[in-house]
Structures are given as structure tokens and as C-alpha cells.
């Protein structure tokens, strides 16, 4: 099934670096009605958009999410942080330093800070010390130097906000999958009137653009959401705020969470999924911890996605990237043997990718949906009836 070629909204970049007021950049509410739109496929794993589509563009900017969009994501995911003054943006790292032109601004050279992050001290341009409007002075670069570069200094950060914008307004139902970001460093540094907290921010946010309802309700499915997040404190408080499905993440077997300092073993033990499923819908694990990983080479797979499974628990690994740089050896450098090994062997209900297309054209062409009379394995069945129609003739 042939999707539209992609035709850069070249206009539309210009005035995304333009207008940089920290307004929203669509009207509210949303413009676009829900009732005409092709709903949220559910028919196979998911393929979300890790940070929109920085594969190509860089991160969790409003052209990497457009883009994943029109490459056929089923939900577009950012990290949430905040800036000082309380402002929730789209972005990955606490500090400014790797992927903005933070170092060319000199009259900001005097915020450099040093905090201590998950019991490390890291230096750098925090997130936290500047305001919206600050932020909103910089560009945003690619992180990786072996991907395309020319979109470095384009594109601003985004708000939490204008992030729902983007997938509110799609033509068709796209969900999204933010993140509470490092709450602890978060709710160290930002205070909000009222004695709100990051959380209360973060989900007061979804509840005025309307996202409500637990996983595949009939809300939930005009406008699907899972929320994220590495501290399972975070969930379980906000449990108390909304039946939103949330996702409890997975780091490496050598990082306690940020929160409660509990280890990988403990937090993926069968006691602690029992209890954890109380209030998530699933479990985002680090793929290398599902599958382990030595030399390079994948080794025996664990238990992990079965147990999952058994606690009604979905299980979306992270992080999918073409390049060879991250693909193991067993993949002999192709992304799809990786996607397949995936979705086909191990059995997972979700791919985190930098690369949605890689993803959303190997599931167009390994699972057409039955009823889709013009899917490409539709045709090619018909082609291969009518063949052999011809050759039993002869
Ligand atoms: C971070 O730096 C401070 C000040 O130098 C020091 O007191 C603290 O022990 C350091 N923390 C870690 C985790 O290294
Ligand atoms: C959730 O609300 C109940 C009832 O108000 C309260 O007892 C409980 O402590 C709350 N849980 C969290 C995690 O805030
Ligand atoms: C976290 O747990 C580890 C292992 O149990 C312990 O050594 C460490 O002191 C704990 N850290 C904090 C900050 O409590």
C-alpha cells in the first residue's frame, strides 16, 4: 500500500523557526474533527515514533514528529521536562549541551551547572535554568554525526503542548507516548503555584487537550495516549489522577530506578510485576535486557516477555535504529531481520524506533489487516492465483 510521497512542508519549517513566541502554533482546541478520521490501527504491535522521526531529523522537534506522522507512526513519543519557569517541553537530555546551539549563545555561558542526576554529578546548560522564552532562543541540533546534518539550527524546542497539537491535528488518529522525564531532578529544581507538582503539571496538561479513558476505551481511542515513565512512584501517584494506560520503563540491569533505588531483578521479579500491574498496562524494557548481548551477538533470550505476557502486561522494547552501529551482528546489517526477529520471534506488543518508515513499510508488507482488499499481500495473492490459473491451462 503505496503512502503518499512525503513532500517537505517547506513553508511551514520557515514558520515553525519564525514563530517562536512559545504560543501554541496550531489554534485550540484542535481544528480537526475526530468523527472522519481513520482510527488507530490495533491490529498489530505498535510502531511508535521514538522522538519523532530523528532518524532523519532531529529530535522532538515539530518536523521529526510531521514527519514519523506522514511515515505512518501509530503514536509519536517525547520526553517531557520543564523549564524554569514551569513551562513542559519536548525534550530528551537534562542538559542543553548535546543536541542545541546552547555553546554559540554566549551571554547564557554563566548557567552552567553542576547537579547531581540519578547519584551522578553532570555539568552542563540545564533545562531547569532556563525560562520557555530562552529555550525557545535556541536551535535544536542532530545528535549523531553519522546522520544527516542539514537540519541543524532549523528547528526550536517544542512545548508539551504544541507536541499534542501535532498529533491532535493529523489527518488521521495518531496516538502519543510522553514521558515524565527525570521527576525527581525535576520537582527538585521547578516549583509550581499551588504546590503542584511535575506530575499534577503533566496530567493536567493531557486532561485539557481531552485525553481521557482507560486502554481502548471509546476516549482512549479517539485519542490514545500511554504515559511513560522510569519511576514507578510517578505512576503510581498519578494513578490517583487518571485511568490513562501507563507503561512502566525498564532501564539496564546495572541502573536503579531514579526514585525508590530498586534493582532490575527486583523491578522485573514476579512478586513486582503483580504489584506494578495494578497500574500500568505494560512494561517498556531496554531490548538488550529482554535479549541479552555478547561480542555483539544476541544471546539466548529470557523469560522476560513471557512473564510479562502472563501478567497481562504489553511489552514495548527500545530502541530500534537501522544503522550498523546499532544493529547486532545476527542482523547481518538489515533493520528488517531486527523487526521480524522482533515482532515475529520474540512476540512484542510494540517497537520504540528512530526510523517509523523502516518500520510502518516491513508491517505493511509482512501483516496486511484480512479485510484490506488493496493491501500488497492482497495483490500478490491475486497475481499468484491468476498465474497459476495460466499455467494449469497449459
Ligand atoms: C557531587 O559534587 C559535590 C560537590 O563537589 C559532592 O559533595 C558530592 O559528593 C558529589 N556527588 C557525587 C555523587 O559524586
Ligand atoms: C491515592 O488516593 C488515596 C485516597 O485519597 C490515598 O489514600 C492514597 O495515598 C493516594 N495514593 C497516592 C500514591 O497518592
Ligand atoms: C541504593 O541501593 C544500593 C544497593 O542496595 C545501596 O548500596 C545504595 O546505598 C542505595 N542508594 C541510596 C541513595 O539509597
Keep these: 500500500m503505496a503512502l503518499p510521497q512525503w513532500v517537505f512542508p517547506f513553508g511551514l519549517l520557515i514558520f515553525l523557526t519564525v514563530g517562536c513566541s512559545g504560543r501554541p502554533?496550531?489554534?485550540?482546541?484542535?481544528?480537526a474533527g475526530h468523527e472522519n478520521k481513520q482510527p488507530l490501527q490495533t491490529f498489530r504491535p505498535y510502531n511508535i515514533a521514538h522522538r519523532g522521526s530523528n532518524g532523519e531529523i532531529p529530535e522532538e522537534t515539530a518536523a521529526a514528529y510531521m514527519r514519523a506522522i506522514e511515515e505512518g507512526a501509530d503514536f509519536i513519543e517525547s520526553d517531557i521536562l520543564s523549564s524554569k519557569d514551569g513551562v513542559l517541553i519536548c525534550f530528551h537530555d537534562v542538559t542543553l549541551d548535546d543536541t542545541t546551539d546552547v555553546a554559540k549563545h554566549k551571554h547564557f555561558a554563566n548557567r552552567?551547572?553542576?547537579?547531581?542526576?540519578?547519584?551522578?554529578?553532570?555539568?552542563?546548560?540545564?533545562?531547569v535554568d532556563f525560562t520557555l522564552k530562552e529555550?525557545?532562543?535556541?536551535?535544536?541540533?542532530?545528535?549523531?554525526?553519522?546522520?544527516?546534518?542539514?537540519?541543524?539550527?532549523?528547528?526550536?524546542?517544542?512545548?508539551?503542548?504544541?507536541?499534542?497539537?501535532?498529533?491532535?491535528?493529523?489527518?488521521?488518529?495518531?496516538?502519543?507516548y510522553p514521558e515524565i522525564k527525570n521527576p525527581v531532578l525535576i520537582n527538585q529544581h521547578v516549583k509550581w503555584p499551588g504546590g503542584q507538582k511535575f506530575e499534577d503539571k503533566f496530567v493536567e496538561t493531557l486532561k485539557k487537550y481531552g485525553y481521557q479513558g482507560s486502554?481502548?476505551?471509546?476516549?482512549?481511542?479517539?485519542?490514545?495516549?500511554?504515559?511513560?515513565?522510569?519511576?514507578?512512584?510517578?505512576?503510581?501517584?498519578?494513578?490517583?489522577?487518571?485511568?490513562?494506560?501507563?507503561?512502566?520503563?525498564?532501564?539496564?540491569?546495572?541502573?536503579?530506578?531514579?526514585?525508590?533505588?530498586?534493582?532490575?531483578?527486583?523491578?522485573?521479579?514476579?512478586?513486582?510485576?503483580d504489584f506494578i500491574k495494578n497500574y500500568v498496562v505494560g512494561i517498556g524494557p531496554w531490548k538488550d535486557t529482554v535479549v541479552p548481548v555478547i561480542n555483539n551477538y544476541l544471546q539466548e533470550p529470557t523469560d522476560l516477555v513471557a512473564r510479562a505476557h502472563a501478567h497481562n502486561l504489553q511489552v514495548h522494547p527500545y530502541t530500534y535504529r537501522?544503522?550498523?552501529?546499532?544493529?547486532?551482528?545476527?542482523?547481518?546489517?538489515d533493520p528488517y531481520v531486527e523487526f521480524n526477529y522482533w515482532?515475529?520471534?520474540?512476540?512484542?506488543?510494540?517497537?520504540?524506533?528512530?526510523f517509523t518508515g523502516s518500520l510502518h513499510n516491513f508491517q505493511e508488507w509482512t501483516s496486511m489487516e484480512d479485510n484490506n482488499k488493496k493491501g500488497a499481500s492482497n495483490l500478490l495473492h491475486e497475481i499468484a492465483l491468476m498465474i497459476s490459473k495460466y499455467n494449469s491451462n497449459v
Design 25 to 31: 502554533f496550531y489554534p485550540l482546541p484542535s481544528k
Design 112 to 127: 552552567k551547572r553542576t547537579y547531581e542526576v540519578q547519584g551522578v554529578n553532570v555539568t552542563g546548560f540545564f533545562t
Design 135 to 176: 529555550l525557545k532562543s535556541l536551535r535544536v541540533n542532530q545528535r549523531y554525526p553519522f546522520r544527516d546534518q542539514q537540519y541543524n539550527g532549523k528547528f526550536s524546542i517544542i512545548t508539551f503542548e504544541e507536541f499534542i497539537d501535532i498529533a491532535l491535528d493529523a489527518s488521521r488518529v495518531v496516538g502519543i
Design 215 to 273: 486502554y481502548l476505551s471509546k476516549h482512549w481511542m479517539k485519542q490514545p495516549v500511554f504515559i511513560q515513565s522510569f519511576a514507578p512512584t510517578s505512576l503510581v501517584y498519578i494513578s490517583n489522577l487518571t485511568d490513562l494506560p501507563k507503561i512502566l520503563l525498564i532501564d539496564d540491569v546495572t541502573v536503579p530506578t531514579q526514585d525508590t533505588n530498586q534493582s532490575f531483578w527486583e523491578i522485573t521479579s514476579d512478586p513486582y510485576l
Design 322 to 333: 537501522n544503522e550498523n552501529q546499532f544493529l547486532h551482528l545476527n542482523f547481518h546489517e
Design 343 to 354: 515482532l515475529n520471534h520474540i512476540g512484542v506488543d510494540g517497537l520504540f524506533t528512530d
